[in-house]
């Protein structure tokens, strides 16, 4: 693939690999380093960028230091939260390290530490065969490539999808389990204006937390321990003194989710046409019950207060992707693009091998729209539950560990049963039994409405037809169930494949019945993931020729892997005659301040803005106290948390949402719109240094607080 091409600064989630191909489009764009530095993942600035809970956060301290966002380290706050010690409300200043507070226990911190090429290792075993068979084939020789990775402890491995399988890259991460709040402001600064503010600038939130890696006191990664002691990372990004203003270059790396850039015009269509309305219609439902519980238990509000948070994102983002892709005509243009490669591809020599298998490709691609809500549905009730969850996961633990840990099912291997014990352990903290069962009515409900052809006998079984079988059915299971407890679940983890079978608690027994059609509805996703692997290098393969005959250098479509963006602080024009500037300040915080959620500023915020005194932290341009700024920099979900830096390589800022114009750019990119939303890192400093001191942390961090 030729990567030697014009690129916009503007666009592109790139991999280091690349980033030497577009040097000369990096320095031009202001970039003061050497791009081929940037292609080192041993060397600063990459080795401190780390994937962090659901998201992106760096290393800022030769000490472990690492900040991320508040809503990435939401979980965290939230675990060590209750009734009478309500840090999602209040924050936290940790006193002394002794003060820092341990983190859930699936809280994991990776870096990466190697990205090496392995299509030819992964594909050699696949030649030939299709469907199923070919899935497996790719399964087996990943999981191989992760095993031998993994025989050096503390690392996980994992093999990577680049171009929809026509290549694959072995990514080797180091493993930190204990993580440590360090300092979290409070709701009202971290979370500032909420989803009536969520995608939508102009924005005034603190969106930031501070934590710190621990490792055993031999150096490598541990459970958390009083005995650990701070893990010392390689390298460290420095905050910096000064700020950015509009036209400065920033580049932006991090672990950015999924894009959908390179699908079909089809898989564009259906996007827009039924899945983004169905998800926001589905998790609106969801987020209803929660709060209504939420109302009438403070408690159970606080245990669903992480949960609550991700489905309002969910719905906003999924509703702002839908109005974005509406806007920018993203199917016709798709489509039109589309037509355009396919057409120049008739015209060239590889046509004949290359058309009947996209041709396939599609036919798959629409076959999959006939379970599409049942599939939907069955995924979400698993992921948006606790103890159902749980006891998914021990049934499914039992049907796996009698297999040669080699042919178990991904994220059931022993590699994984850390992690789900680690879940099964912390889910009290974020469970009470009335809510999960009007999370659960509320799914099932909508599935007993399914037409015939998309019903699971077993679900049938187990739930009943009618709503009055599944409030009797869901009323025994919940009553009867020991798992509520942890000991109980702790037990079943490690009871044995024949224990679990014959198990009477109710739930476990539930979970053991849908465990057929579940295990079923796998079977038929990956025999079409199977064909759609061996078929979808045909489609890139035709658009990779084609956008390199336009000129235009290509990116593989985000996956979680690491990735750099890079442009300029910009303004934004929304629509016509509304231009937005591209730094926010303190002023807009009291603007829109009410004193009630979600706009309810905390007195210490307040008293110090209009005490007005800013310091070193002012925009010498502004003459006022930053807050968030704006850049044209190329993001998506995973990025949250983000290192934002300046030519030289320092942390200026924190990126943490995209404007409402720009969600859909997860699908489709418009230079008109995309934006990046960050925390200014002069606002961090500020409210460490003046409104909730937090002195030995900013020396730390090496920003020491004014002297007074």
């Known amino acids: 693939m030729a990567l030697a091409l014009d690129v916009k600064a503007d666009e592109g989630m790139w991999m280091p690999a690349q980033l030497p191909t577009i040097g000369k489009a990096l320095r031009e764009a202001g970039y003061k380093g050497d791009p081929k530095d940037l292609a080192d993942l041993t060397k600063a600035p990459l080795n401190a960028v780390v994937r962090i809970g659901g998201g992106t956060g760096a290393f800022v ?3 472990g ?12 706050i939230q675990y060590n939260s209750k009734p009478d010690r309500d840090l999602i409300t209040d924050g936290y200043v940790a006193p002394d390290r002794a003060g820092e507070l341990p983190a859930n226990p699936d809280y994991r911190l990776r870096v990466t530490v190697g990205f090496d090429k392995v299509t030819d290792r992964v594909l050699a075993g696949a030649a030939g065969k299709t469907g199923r068979a070919y899935y497996d084939a790719v399964d087996a020789a990943s999981k191989a490539l992760v095993a031998e990775c ?45 989803e009536i503010d969520n995608f939508v600038w102009p924005r005034h939130a603190g969106d930031f937390t501070v934590l710190r890696a621990y490792v055993g006191p031999d150096g490598k990664p541990a459970d958390y321990s009083p005995d650990n002691k701070p893990y010392h990372p390689p390298s460290h990004l420095q905050v910096a003194r000064e700020g950015v203003a509009d036209g400065d270059f920033v580049m932006l790396a991090g672990y950015p989710g999924i894009t959908y850039r390179h699908r079909t015009a089809a898989e564009f269509a259906d996007q827009i046409e039924w899945r983004l309305p169905a998800s926001v219609e589905v998790l609106k439902q969801l987020q209803d019950v929660i709060e209504d519980q939420g109302k009438a238990d403070r408690d159970a509000g606080i245990k669903y207060a992480s949960q609550l948070q991700s489905l309002k994102n969910g719905i906003k983002r999924f509703s702002g992707e839908l109005e974005g892709l509406e806007r920018s005509d993203a199917v016709t243009i798709h489509r039109e693009d589309e037509a355009a490669m396919l057409a120049w591809l008739a015209t060239q020599p590889d046509a004949k091998t290359l058309k009947p298998r996209i041709d396939e490709a599609m036919k798959l691609i629409a076959a999959g729209k006939d379970v599409r809500e049942r599939d939907l549905l069955v995924g979400l009730l698993s992921s948006q539950t606790q103890l159902m969850r749980g006891a998914l996961a021990i049934d499914r633990l039992a049907v796996e560990r009698p297999k040669p840990d080699a042919e178990r099912e991904s994220g059931y291997q022993q590699r994984d049963e850390e992690l789900i014990q680690s879940q099964l352990k912390q889910a009290q903290r974020r469970y009470d039994p009335r809510v999960e069962k009007a999370l659960v009515t509320a799914l099932v409900t909508r599935y007993q409405k399914l037409p015939d052809a998309q019903r699971l006998p077993e679900f049938d079984a187990v739930f009943g037809r009618t709503a009055a079988d599944l409030a009797k059915t869901l009323d025994r299971v919940y009553g009867a169930t020991k798992m509520g407890a942890e000991a109980e679940r702790t037990r079943l983890f490690k009871a044995s494949p024949a224990d679990i079978a014959g198990s009477s608690d109710a739930l476990l027994v539930a979970a053991h019945k849908l465990q057929p059609a579940l295990l079923r509805i796998e079977d038929e996703r990956k025999s079409r993931e199977g064909d759609l692997l061996r078929l979808r290098p045909a489609y890139m393969q035709a658009l990779i020729a084609y956008r390199e005959k336009q000129g235009k250098a290509v990116y593989p479509d985000a996956n979680s892997t690491l990735r750099v963006s890079y442009g300029k602080v910009t303004p934004l024009v929304a629509r016509d005659a509304v231009t937005y500037a591209p730094v926010t300040t303190v002023a807009g915080i009291v603007e829109k301040n009410t004193g ?24 010498p341009k502004l003459k006022a106290m930053p807050v968030d700024f704006l850049s044209n920099l190329d993001t998506t979900g995973g990025n949250s948390g983000s290192p934002v830096l300046n030519a030289k390589g320092e942390l200026v800022g924190l990126n943490f949402d995209s404007n409402w114009e720009a969600v859909s750019a997860s699908w489709m990119y418009d230079p008109r ?20 001191p937090a002195p030995a942390l900013l020396k730390e961090l090496g920003v020491p607080a004014e002297t007074h």
């Open 65 to 76: 230091l690492v900040v991320t966002n508040h809503h990435v380290a939401f979980g965290v």
């Open 150 to 194: 993994e025989k050096e402890q503390g690392y996980r491995c994992s093999v990577a999808n680049m171009f929809y399988g026509r290549d694959f890259y072995l990514v080797k991460q180091l493993e930190l389990r204990d993580l440590r709040l360090v300092y979290a402001p409070p709701r009202a600064i971290g979370n500032y204006g909420d």
């Open 61 to 63: 301290s030769s000490d």
């Open 596 to 619: 009630k959620q979600p706009f309810d500023a905390p007195k210490p915020l307040l008293d110090a803005i209009r005490k007005g005194d800013f310091g070193q932290y002012a925009d």
């Open 673 to 692: 719109y995309k934006r990046a939303i960050h925390v200014d890192m002069r606002y961090m400093r500020w409210l460490m240094d003046k409104v909730y």
